[in-house]
């Protein structure tokens, strides 16, 4: 069982940066690869990034490459979300998830634990 919590989200300008984050509870934490979806008003949930247990590899949506950057510290049981060059159509609810495998990774029905999700807001 895995308990998830998001935070960082909030109200930025056209090109600035915002970190969020992912906290995790449950001493199993580091066995779930985690990935990160986001969800805009009257559009589906849409695969942002995922990262494997150990931090080796991650996986990115085209449309974050090069400005999203996942990571993962599996001793505090967190998971962080760098967001650079943010632009008005990262507006979204973001959510946080865990899976135990990445093989689907950009499916979010393969993932089994999600947080409640925070809202991010760019302005133009």
């Known amino acids: 069982q895995v308990q998830l919590v998001e935070s960082g989200g909030g109200l930025v300008q056209a090109g600035g940066s915002l970190r969020l984050s992912c906290a995790a509870s449950?001493?199993?934490?580091?066995?779930?690869?985690v990935g990160w979806f986001r969800q805009a008003p009257g559009k589906e949930r849409e695969f942002v990034t995922a990262?494997?247990?150990?931090?080796?590899?991650?996986y990115y949506a085209d449309s974050v490459k090069g400005r999203f950057t996942i990571s993962r510290d599996n001793a505090k049981a967190t998971v962080h979300l760098q967001m650079n060059s943010l632009k008005p159509e990262d507006t979204a609810v973001y959510y946080c998830a865990a899976s135990t495998s990445l093989e689907y990774y950009s499916d979010y029905d393969k993932y089994n634990y999600w947080g409640q999700g925070t809202q991010v807001t760019v302005s133009s």
């Open positions: 449950g001493r199993t934490f580091s066995r779930y690869a």
């Open positions: 990262i494997n247990w150990s931090g080796g590899y991650a």
